[in-house]
């Protein structure tokens, strides 16, 4: 099975910005709905936002980061990527993308990202 390979993790301070990518060979991604997930330490992955196929690009988030993170795609690279804006320390975690719902075959390795001063 093809995989996702997250990317573009980081450090960075209380209200800082990190774009985050996640790209995969999969043939058929242009037809996923497409998620960001992401697992802090200690606790359960939990899904953070999703993207729908098509022109229409219907994006849904997560309370928790509703206003600050916006996902988008680029079916031409094969990409989705997840722009994250006045990050706070209860962010840090590793962040994956999978699809929607997920597919226990395809999880990547996650990006990490630590937010703290």
């Known amino acids: 099975q093809v995989q996702f390979v997250e990317s573009g993790g980081g450090w960075v301070q209380p209200g800082g910005s990190l774009r985050l990518s996640c790209s995969t060979s999969?043939?058929?991604?242009?037809?996923?709905?497409m998620g960001w997930y992401r697992q802090a330490p200690g606790k359960q992955r939990e899904w953070v936002a999703r993207?729908?196929?098509?022109?229409?690009?219907?994006?849904t988030y997560a309370d928790s980061v509703k206003g600050r993170f916006t996902i988008s795609r680029d079916n031409a690279k094969k990409t989705v990527y997840l722009q994250m804006n006045s990050l706070e320390p209860e962010d840090t975690a590793v962040y994956y993308c999978?699809?929607?719902?997920?597919?226990?075959?395809?999880w990547g390795q996650g990006t990490q990202v630590t937010v703290s001063s």
């Open positions: 999978n699809t929607h719902p997920t597919r226990d075959e395809l």
């Open positions: 993207i729908s196929v098509g022109n229409s690009r219907i994006t």
């Open positions: 999969r043939s058929i991604f242009s037809i996923d709905v």
